[in-house]
DNA sequence: AACGCGTGGAC
DNA sequence: TGTCCAAGCGT
């Protein structure tokens, strides 16, 4: 065990076997010319990858990038816009902030290129800001997200639990951080622990480190140790999907949800209350002839719901508090998030039941 | 410090 | 089917 060689044998690893993702720029060993990365691309797919596997963010980062090219364009689209765009990709709070921060962005003129001053914008906590650091502007910082907890607790073969082991794997991972490279060193690094140093199976007789990896032979896929996770409670709710035809064909009635908690600031369909905040606003009551299309389950963070899917038979003029009527043919574009788009699909395929 | 906050893929 | 998990942040 020789922590000295490990930066150079991932990042010779890396040069050889990077992945090529539409965010990143070569390995610097390759760049020869090559622009330096976009800080605004950078920032954007550090957002878009905050808990979030890379297959997913591909297409979101596609879709920003062309209708958003750069962090001005992105400051001026209206909020509602954003939210739409973003609507499946889930923690909603990052699409929220990130028009926050590329607000404050536009207005200081460009990124601030340091890990300080990243981390003083909405969205970009310690992980983000040392990414940021390294990758988009070349600074030395120690970037550790889960794949670095999990690479380097089998690497120094840390078996105390986290969180409790939280500040063992950042001492650790400082005393193998480069100082050159250290953009590349990152990546290089949840590299590895994408395609090698995998939670389950880890491939170790491919991982360049394994001569370095005091887990090897010791059951690394044990570690990193977590605690152990709460059950999710199962809650019971409705969501109502009204309908009328309009002068342009048929149209739902969509409501907006409030600005903070979960699914802040996202269309919706309405609902009785499921989801709304602890103090009970957003609870809705409702009156009228119903049918029940079906159940949707869909599991949240915290807790799992079971959604039954009403149809109204009549609608009113003016249903469920402030909403819009949404052409049905469109919904697509409304930005439901996953639960709600699930039940509007439910809604217009499932056959209905009179209660 | 612990909890609230989405979603879909892998197994 | 269920369980785990992902380039975390804000409070």
């Known amino acids: 065990m020789n922590p000295s060689q490990i930066p150079g044998n991932l990042l010779a690893w890396y040069d050889a076997h990077a992945r090529a993702l539409p965010w990143r720029t070569p390995p610097a060993r390759e760049r020869a010319g090559e622009p330096a990365p976009d800080p605004y691309r950078v920032w954007l797919s550090e957002i878009m990858l905050q808990q979030t596997t890379v297959a997913a963010v591909k297409p979101y980062f596609e879709t920003f990038t062309a209708r958003w090219p ?119 690094m949840m ?72 699914l802040g600031g996202m269309r919706a369909l309405p609902d009785d209350g499921w989801s709304a905040r602890a103090d009970g606003s957003g609870e809705l009551s409702l009156e009228g002839a119903w049918a029940e299309t079906g159940t949707v389950r869909h599991t949240f963070t915290h807790f799992t719901i079971e959604l039954a899917v009403l149809r109204i038979e009549t609608a009113p003029d003016a249903p469920l508090g402030d909403g819009e009527w949404w052409p049905v ?15 509007a699909r439910l809604a217009q395929t499932a056959p209905e039941r009179l209660l």
């Not at 043919?329 to 039940?343: I, M, N, R, Y």
């Open 191 to 262: 590299d590895l622990g994408s395609r090698i140093c995998t939670p389950r199976s880890p491939r170790c007789d491919d991982c360049p480190l394994a001569g370095d990896c005091m887990a090897r032979g010791h059951a690394p896929e044990r570690l990193p140790v977590k605690a152990p996770k709460k059950a999710k409670p199962v809650r019971q709710g409705r969501a109502f999907w009204i309908e009328r035809e309009g002068p342009q064909g048929r149209q739902v009635w969509l409501v907006q949800r409030a600005p903070s908690g979960m």
């Open 70 to 188: 750069d962090v001005g364009a992105l400051a001026a689209a209206p909020e509602e816009d954003v939210l739409a765009a973003w609507a499946g990709l889930g923690y909603y709070s990052r699409a929220r902030n990130l028009v926050k921060a590329a607000r404050v962005v536009a207005g200081m003129g460009g990124f601030p290129d340091t890990e300080e001053g990243l981390r003083e914008l909405p969205g970009v906590g310690a992980y983000t800001a040392a990414a940021i650091a390294a990758i988009a502007f070349g600074r030395r910082a120690v970037v550790v997200d889960a794949n670095v907890e999990r690479v380097v607790s089998r690497l120094f073969r840390i078996e105390q639990p986290l969180p409790g082991a939280r500040k063992a794997i950042r001492e650790a991972a400082e005393q193998i951080t480069p100082d050159r490279r250290a953009g590349d060193f990152a990546q290089g």
């Open 329 to 343: 043919s469109h919904l697509d574009e409304a930005g439901l998030p996953t639960v709600f788009a699930k039940a």
